[in-house]
């Protein structure tokens, strides 16, 4: 077997998922490591062939990362995905299994998913089932893929009555997470991922809350200090989360859902294209603290602060008025997150915890969907 080394600067942090024999590495590098990549895909996997699936996004850093490859001794074949959640099909899958097959890939094939979440997840995805698992390595490349979807092994495509509705758990041997790719993306896509960052302040950590509203301004202006900082507390919460329950049957793993109940339902009713999914989460989120407040789980000064710090980055607080809360609410019934068609929320109980209640009533739904502002 080959060794193969890679190096990793002194800044560079390492979150490992700790999953047994299947546990692996997150490396958070602050920028221009995608030529390292070669090295540590060859320390993790030995195949010859290396199927790269990248989001027409990052073509830009397409060639450094083909380079390292071959210098690790692979055969480098890439498709680019057109933009879009369309991607995430049955279709799509259809076809890189086509290739899969063209280029004679075998159980060793490296592949490598190259883009954000629509990237990964349909790509990761491709790699459980073609020959009933592939090895894979995560490179997210949008703030929201780094913290929230590279990490702990959910793959899947969409159907067209809803998102997400087939997939599996298949864990990658590594995620790679270059910092710099976040210095080109799109501000809305940003902000977008800030959603996520939020989240994991409001459900597990207050003092990473509290970090966030102090440093507004220099994570809006993507200071490298500050976003390592961020994008590795995320990860690292979320690893722990998921060595815990790895396939989301404790109970633990769904505190990761807080707000998505409500914003599944919204971007189900605006279109997936109209609203970025962080931006639907985030107005999830603000539903779902004002549910929590009617009932008396949290005071008013932390609906108002959550609100606040959302705003501050651009996010939406409210969904639309003219969406018929009935609606919604099916929608939300239907959530494959809800046990037969009873309505599921996590709810925060106090800054950075959750709970999970399964006695919520319609009124109450359709109260906090009414509310307006903070
Ligand atoms: N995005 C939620 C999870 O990975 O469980």
Known sequence: MTVSTYSMGHDDV????????RSYPIMISNGGSVPSVGAFARSRNQSRLAFVVADGGVTAHLEPLRESLLQAGYRVECVILAPGEGQKSLAQAALLYEKLLDLKADRK????????????????????????????????????????????????????????LVGCFHQPLGVWIDLKVLETLPDREFRSGMAEVIKYGMIMDAPFFGMLER???????????????????????????????????????????????????????????????????????????????????????????????LSAFGLPVDCDNNWPADTLIDIMRSDKKAEAGQLR????????????????????????????GV
């Open 109 to 164: 094939t490296l592949m490598v998913a190259f883009g954000g979440g629509v990237t990964g997840d349909l790509t990761g995805y491709v790699a459980a089932t073609y020959l009933r698992g592939l090895p894979f390595l995560m490179i997210p490349t949008t703030l929201l893929s780094m913290v929230d979807s590279s990490v702990g092994g959910k793959t899947g495509v969409n159907l067209s009555r809803g998102k997400n």
């Open 345 to 372: 929320f996590i709810l925060p109980v106090g800054l950075g915890e959750v709970r999970l209640f399964a006695d919520v009533t319609v009124d109450e739904v359709t109260a906090a969907l009414a509310k307006r």
């Open 215 to 309: 440093n507004l301004s220099g994570i809006l202006a993507r200071d490298h200090g500050l976003l390592r900082r961020v994008v590795a507390r995320c990860c690292e919460l979320k690893a722990n989360v998921v060595s815990q329950d790895e396939r989301e049957e404790t109970g633990l793993r769904a505190i990761l859902n807080y707000g998505h109940t409500f914003a599944h339902a919204f971007e189900a009713v605006a279109g997936y294209s109209a609203w970025f999914h962080g931006e639907a989460v985030a107005a999830g989120m603000q539903a779902a603290a004002r549910l929590a407040n009617g009932r008396g789980l949290i005071t008013n000064d932390i609906v108002e602060r959550q609100s606040r710090i």
């Open 14 to 21: 390492l979150v490992e998922v700790k999953l047994g024999t």
